[in-house]
């Protein structure tokens, strides 16, 4: 989606959301001002939405996000501006986001951990995909473009797989 769009020539930024410790999220999306907390760099640092500023931000993992920054993340998309941690000012910002999940949302909105109307702003559009083992037929073709893409890298001549083998894996 990002390289083939026109924002392809600035940054694509990709964010685990699952994977940041709720206490350093904030300072991570957006950053913090120098001074803002014990042991902040000297000068600040700059977050991942400023770093994607112009470009797209992927959010993996949306799912796992704490409500406290799925507010804020909600006043980004709606006001398209973020204060950095320890700022008296908010920035502006131009970046799409595209957010990702293996949780069912629907289901975290019914037991209050997932925000309805930060759903209803990032649900443009959906694409599921379905788990490897309900399409057994993609097999085939990702195993030749994994072979084809490993025997490039390490420099070894291996052009088919054998129908044995791949009667094994399906």
């Given at each position: ?32 001002e ?11 640092k ?76 990032i ?48």
């Open positions: 989606m990002h390289q083939l769009s026109g924002r392809s020539e600035k940054t694509f930024v990709k964010v685990n959301c699952g994977s940041i410790p709720e206490h350093l999220i904030e300072s991570e999306l957006f950053g913090y120098e001074g803002a907390f014990t042991g902040a760099k000297k000068g600040g700059i977050g991942k939405f400023q770093l994607a500023d112009g470009g797209t931000i992927f959010l993996d993992e949306i799912g796992d996000m704490p409500l406290h920054m799925q507010v804020k993340l909600l006043r980004v998309l709606q006001e398209k501006e973020y204060e950095a941690v320890g700022s008296l000012y908010p920035k502006k910002i131009n970046v799409r986001v595209i957010a990702a999940t293996n949780r069912p949302l629907e289901k975290l909105i019914e037991q209050k951990q997932f925000r309805e109307d930060l759903f209803y702003r649900n443009a559009v959906q694409l599921f995909t379905p788990p490897l083992r309900d399409r057994t037929e993609d097999i085939p073709l990702l195993l030749e473009y994994l072979l084809k893409r490993s025997t490039a890298k390490i420099g070894k001549r291996v052009t088919s797989i054998h129908p044995e083998v791949l009667s094994l894996i399906e």
